[in-house]
């Protein structure tokens, strides 16, 4: 015996994620439970509609009778559930991050505090116990960069929720990204449509292989797919409100003049999405933040009765 201590064995100094006892009771107690995404109050809507509309979500989810879980980075914490002081918090920190999940890690070490994007927040979600998580648009693979496809798409193939969305974000190449989900496995079904959502326009004129109709059909759908071990999340796409939404001609200008914008000025990365969608709210004169509002409030509701179908 060599007479050589032992090496301590590494300690996990932020174990997590930290669960709010809201949602750890409603977790408890088996009644439904929706996760937020919070990037969208980061890096997705302007002060102050970031927390106005935050907050409006909450309350949809609530009164739907489902319990909100906003996910986020609060000082080096994963949070699932934010407290009102946190969540306003998060809404006005200037230095907020956009954290996936590659900087989740880094980003806790750091202390910092960020919004979590799709593939961060279905992380955490899972590993608290969730399964049903609502955003506004998912990533995908973005015009005339085939190599740059967005790290939602892979989680969405590794964590089995459900995620209830409005299709992918217009500004991205919407027929590879549909490529790229079913190269992954990953169903992607039309909620109450039979066509891809583009996020804040109601139709990509993309088919879909698959429409639900019903909280209790996609719930029925998400426990037949566990069933057989199947991975993949359950992709619930749902259309922008017609009142709400942009028509496709003037969007798919605007982002068009937008991406060229993004090419000249050489803007990249995880900066090239918010980037884009500040162009698109720019040229529609605010339309499309508003819409955006609308789809995201949409999908709150459809969430959370989706949510308590799946918990009865």
């Known amino acids: 015996m060599s007479g050589r201590a032992a090496p301590d064995a590494p300690r996990q100094t ?12 409603a977790l408890g107690e088996g009644r439904p439970v929706v996760a937020l995404e919070s990037a969208l109050i980061t890096h997705g809507l302007p002060a ?11 309350a949809t989810v609530r009164a739907a009778g ?4 906003t996910v986020a980075l609060i000082d080096g914490t994963a949070r699932v559930g934010l407290e009102p002081a946190e969540l306003a918090r998060l809404a006005g920190a200037p230095d907020a991050a956009k954290v996936g999940p590659r900087d989740l890690a880094a980003a806790l070490v750091a202390g910092r505090s960020g919004g979590t994007t799709v593939a961060a927040t279905a992380h955490l979600a899972h590993r608290a116990g969730l399964r049903v998580l609502c955003t506004g648009g998912i990533g995908g693979v973005h015009r005339g960069r085939a190599e740059d496809v967005s790290a939602d798409l892979p989680a969405l193939a590794s964590l089995p929720l459900i995620v209830v969305c409005a299709g992918a974000k217009i500004v991205l190449d919407l027929s590879r990204t549909l490529e790229v989900l079913e190269t992954l496995g990953v169903p992607v079904v039309g909620y109450g449509t039979d066509t891809f959502p583009a996020f804040t326009v109601a139709s990509s004129g993309l088919p879909l292989p698959a429409r639900l109709d019903s909280p209790d059909q996609v719930a029925r759908t998400a426990r037949a797919q566990w069933a057989l071990g199947l991975p993949q999340a ?18 798919q200008r605007a982002v068009a ?20 969608l500040a162009e698109l709210a720019r040229t529609s004169a605010g339309r499309s933040l508003a819409a955006n509002e609308a789809l995201l409030v949409n999908n709150a509701g459809i969430a959370a009765r989706i949510a308590r179908a799946l918990s009865r």
Do not use: K, Y
């Open 257 to 276: 003049s937008a991406v060229a914008q993004a090419d000249a000025r050489g803007i990249r990365g995880s900066a090239l999405t918010p980037f884009l």
């Open 48 to 58: 102050p509609d970031n927390l106005r509309v935050a907050e409006r979500l909450e």
């Open 14 to 25: 932020r174990p997590g994620p930290h669960v709010a006892p809201a949602v750890a009771r």
């Open 234 to 251: 359950l992709l619930v796409c749902a259309p922008v409100p017609p009142a709400a939404g942009l028509p496709e001609d003037e969007a």
């Open 66 to 69: 489902a319990e909100p879980a």
